[in-house]
């Protein structure tokens, strides 16, 4: 195997046999001499020289340079070799020494090595081809004759007696001819190929740095979502811990209670055996002087109250706090809410501000992503879609099917509204066209330091302040939800309202001081 390796880096491009006094190009690539002399002569013609491995031009007809290394090599391949019949064919009239002939003459039927091709080639009339072991197969089989013909009507290639023959009125073309065609056409067919095998490439290379973009976040999603279920895990533990605590600690007080009465019991069992005493004495003196018959007597102390704590435990819940665990399942609903935005791994809508609806007095940035009230009237041109009353300014875009979410930075205002509006809006003034403030609107609100949720003036003040400087607004078109996110770590869900949607929706912003930009920029899902 080794030696069959070796054989097909010594053969030449051209002849395809093993080299015979190798000369190099420029370009680096190896050819017996005349093999490449003779691409050489051929190429002289039009002007153009070319490496027939690599096709690299030359301006001029290269010089060749000889490659002696590659001549000790393959004559000591050669002289490894047992039988030197075994590689090729050798020249007819070096008969003293086997010689591997180079070109084989069809015209004389003889095999000629380097030396004696050059008094061949001084003789036109000789055809000259590579080498082969069997120069019938360049013959007619009917004729036995030299096939330099190709009938294109019939395609296939004939002698000369062939064209007087079954061929007559055929149109011939020489071989030489005929030949150049078809290399040409495989020349295209291999630029071809060679253009798809570097557009494949480029495809590859950037499959390969978009496989690496993608593993470099991969690893920064696996420590998120590590570090967001070892979180999840110690807060769900907690609740269950909570709960059941909650759920022993029920059954453990109406066991304390079974022990109060088995007690309050038997101090009533001690009384009536007293008493049953005093009952049975014949010395009234002896009954008359006991001096704590008025505790014996007295059989009522806290019966109202053991009643009571007896028909709660009866009666509340079947002596669960079922308040107590209707806020834990809350609570697991809020904490499985945060794991679902957590995992809203795609990019943020892309919002763009549309300075078309903006209040005059604010000002729109040259990218459209930031917001900020202005001390001065910009007299914005007068359009339908423009807000008259409340600083307010909405999205470009609309959205009317799938799941969105933007964020905003609100840190730069002490005043603000996010959420998303239908187009249909009022944009004229009063109530009906504020964020939050009617049917058309959904709002997260920040006033006087207080935090708020409205819709349809219907406003829910939120327990907590916000307590980073960013926002989250997340879209559920098909599902009919709005929900609004505190960024902090771990995100807080705040509210989430619930309808359903009867026209697109825009993102909307209300600046009453300072300004609110737009973060990220990427299409959502």
Not at 273 to 285: A, G, K, Q, V, W
Request: glycine fraction near 6%; hydrophobic fraction near 30%.
């Amino acid at each position: 195997m080794a030696s069959a390796n070796l054989r097909a880096e010594l053969e030449c491009s051209v002849c395809l046999n093993i080299y015979t006094d190798p000369v190099n190009l420029r370009c680096g690539h190896n050819f017996c001499q005349v093999c490449i002399d003779r691409v050489l002569d051929t190429q002289g013609g039009s002007g153009e020289y070319s490496c027939p491995e690599c096709r690299e031009k030359f301006q001029d007809r290269p010089a060749l340079q000889r490659n002696i290394t590659l001549r000790n090599i393959v004559e000591n391949f050669l002289s490894a070799q047992p039988d030197h019949e075994d590689f090729g064919v050798f020249c007819t009239h070096c008969v003293d020494s086997p010689v591997p002939a180079v070109r084989s003459c069809l015209l004389c039927e003889v095999y000629l090595c380097d030396k004696h091709l050059r008094v061949h080639k001084k003789s036109p009339e000789h055809i000259l081809c590579d080498p082969t072991l069997s120069m019938e197969s360049r013959k007619c089989s009917v004729h036995k004759k030299i096939l330099e013909y190709y009938c294109t009507e019939d395609d296939t290639c004939i002698c000369v007696y062939c064209m007087i023959g079954g061929h007559t009125g055929h149109k011939m073309e020489s071989l030489g001819e005929i030949s150049k065609r078809k290399k040409e056409t495989l020349r295209n067919v291999l630029q071809k190929l060679l253009t798809k095998i570097e557009d494949t490439e480029e495809r590859v290379q950037s499959l390969q740095e978009h496989r690496r973009k993608v593993e470099e976040e991969a690893a920064g999603y696996t420590e998120r979502v590590t570090v967001l279920f070892r979180d999840l895990r110690r807060r769900l533990e907690n609740l269950e811990k909570r709960v059941l605590r909650e759920i022993s600690g029920r059954a453990e007080q109406i066991s304390i209670s079974i022990r109060d009465l088995e007690i309050k019991k038997e101090e009533l069992s001690r009384k009536m055996r007293h008493i049953e005493e005093l009952c049975n004495m014949t010395d009234p003196l002896t009954v008359l002087q006991e001096s704590d018959t008025g505790d014996l007597c007295d059989t009522e102390d806290g019966d109202n109250e053991d009643r009571e704590r007896h028909e709660k435990l009866l009666h509340d819940g079947g002596g669960l706090d079922v308040a107590g665990i209707s806020h834990a399942l809350h609570t697991l609903s809020d904490i499985i809410t945060e794991v679902n935005v957590d995992f809203y791994i795609q990019g943020a809508a892309d919002i763009l501000l549309d300075v078309n609806t903006a209040h005059n007095y604010l000002h729109i940035s040259d990218d459209r992503k930031t917001v900020s009230m202005s001390d001065r009237k910009l007299n914005h041109p007068e359009t339908p879609e423009r807000f008259q009353d409340y600083p307010q300014v909405l999205s470009s875009q609309s959205f009317s099917s799938g799941r969105h979410y933007w964020e905003v930075d609100v840190g730069g205002s002490d005043g603000w509204k996010v959420g998303m509006c239908y187009p249909s809006i009022d944009r004229r003034g009063g109530d009906q066209s504020g964020i939050g403030w009617n049917k058309k609107s959904w709002g997260l609100i920040r006033y006087n330091n207080q935090y708020r949720v409205r819709h349809d003036s219907n406003k829910i003040l939120l327990p907590t302040n916000i307590s980073s400087n960013r926002v989250r607004i997340d879209l559920d078109f098909e599902a009919g939800r709005i929900s609004f996110y505190d960024l902090c770590d771990p995100i807080r869900h705040l509210h989430t309202f619930t309808t359903t949607f009867t026209e697109p929706l825009h993102a909307g912003i209300c600046v009453g001081r300072g300004c609110i930009k737009i973060c990220g920029g990427n299409q959502g899902m």
